[in-house]
């Protein structure tokens, strides 16, 4: 048993590994399977390149229309950061609707917003039709604020119910602290349509479902070149030749620069997630509620109840790859205990990061590069939805049943500042704790 403290858990992290990292989604995986590296030339309508959600999602829907798809994953499906989330399924993006609004527009803004209610309905609907296998799914999300903000969150729930029929349920300090047994929040707002779930299980009866309808799936098999060729493409793989007519690359914060052109229109970030000890009745009494919960920071915690009694808690960006796990790990105990003070004696058993790919303007990036090549990345953060609903307009876009996927064309490839970049990102979470830390103390 790990003890208690800023040493309680050494975060994993480590790119190299081909295996999937120590992590709770590991430790609960319910089944397994192998898919081998294919060698040899081989020619298929569309070659999509990562295994992640978004990948995933894409193959799935080509598939399902008896496509020729071949999905190529340098490690192991979901095997980044689809695969080691919070685990949080709700509408929206990583920015704002404010922000997208200012951006293209009312009209074009409501769209990309019921796009994003899009993805969730496609998950949500598949776990259930699917009966995926420790898939875990709990319907409800809280958003609480650490801030006297009531007036602000009615608006905010009237205002959303009535542009996209959303049933968003205000809750004031008494029925919030019916359901939290803490003096940090004020009030929330219940999402009772949002769910949590257990993502690699989804990844994996994704896979399954791809290999079923006929697709072919290929771990440890990172693409090395993707260059023209007659009538299409061709991937080059250590032990494979892929021709293609349609490439999709669908890597995230793993991405090792196959497309330049993506490489340099996003930042990987890494997010940090801990696990506490199976934790008894006593963490029944602080959190009465199944629904996930998140606070209102920017630079936010996240956390829900899993096995029963123990806190999955995640939170914290930070722009180094190998930043300092020990005080990371001490950071976010330190605002579990701060939120809940009955578990000053709570230890943490398991710790680990993930790196997650985010555009500068916050938005996924999803389109086409020229003719034949495409891309659906730089999830923010928020990919369970938007992976699925970007997979699928994907798959679309090259089956020509729709040209949905130009909704994004505003939000593409520009260039997100290299180590500059980095640097402005990380400098600017630390701002935006400063300012969490100010308000919340005003």
């Known amino acids: ?44 309508e569309t070659c999509v390149i990562g295994g992640g959600l978004a990948g995933l999602s894409a193959a799935h ?92 969150l009615r608006r905010e729930a009237e205002v959303e119910n009535a542009r996209f029929g959303r049933r968003l349920q205000f809750l004031d300090r008494d029925a919030l602290g019916a359901r939290l047994n803490s003096t940090r929040y004020f009030q929330a707002l219940l999402d009772p349509e949002a769910s949590h779930f257990h993502p690699l299980n989804y990844a994996q ?85 199944r629904a996930a919960i998140a606070d209102d920071r920017r630079a936010g915690d996240y956390y829900r109840l899993v096995d029963g009694d123990r806190l999955l808690w995640g939170g914290r960006i930070t722009t180094a790859r190998n930043a300092d796990a020990t005080a990371i790990t001490a950071s976010l105990r330190r605002q579990m205990v701060g939120t809940y003070p009955a578990l000053a004696d709570a230890k943490i058993e398991l710790a680990w990061s993930g790196l997650m790919s985010y555009a500068r303007h916050l938005m996924p990036q999803i389109g086409r590069l020229e003719e034949g090549l495409w891309y659906c990345t730089g999830f923010g953060g928020h990919g369970l939805n938007t992976t699925a609903v970007g997979g699928r307009l994907v798959a679309e876009a090259i089956t020509g049943s729709s040209d949905r996927y130009r909704h994004f064309a505003p939000f593409g490839l520009a260039w997100a500042g290299g180590p500059i970049g980095l640097m402005a990102a990380q400098a600017t979470y630390w701002y935006l704790q400063a300012m969490d830390w100010w308000r919340e103390r005003r």
Request: include cysteine; charged fraction near 20%.
């Open 1 to 44: 048993m790990l003890k208690a403290g800023p040493a309680a858990a050494k975060i994993v992290h480590d790119p190299a590994m081909t295996d999937y990292i120590d992590t709770w989604y590991r430790r609960s995986l319910v089944g397994e399977t192998v898919y081998p590296p294919r060698a040899g030339r081989h020619e298929f």
């Open 61 to 152: 829907d080509l598939a399902a229309c008896g496509r020729s798809v071949i999905l190529l994953e340098a490690r192991r499906i979901a095997w980044g950061a689809s695969g080691r989330n919070g685990g949080f399924l709700t509408p929206g993006y990583a920015t704002g609707l404010d922000a997208i609004e200012r951006r293209v527009g009312r009209e074009a803004a409501d769209t990309l917003y019921r796009l994003s209610m899009e993805g969730v309905d496609i998950v949500r609907d598949r776990l259930a039709q699917w009966q995926v296998p420790g898939s875990h799914l709990s319907a409800g999300v809280i958003y609480a604020t650490r801030y006297d903000s009531g007036e602000t």
């Open 205 to 289: 009866a994704l896979a399954a479902r791809i290999t079923g309808q006929g697709g072919t799936i290929a771990e440890e098999s990172p693409a090395l070149k993707v260059e023209k060729h007659a009538g299409g493409h061709l991937v080059t793989t250590p032990q494979a030749r892929i021709a293609a007519r349609h490439v999709v690359f669908a890597g995230g914060g793993y991405s090792d620069g196959v497309a330049p052109a993506l490489a340099r229109a996003f930042l990987p970030i890494a997010t940090y997630v801990m696990l506490t000890e199976k934790l008894g009745a006593r963490v029944h009494e602080i959190i009465r509620t």
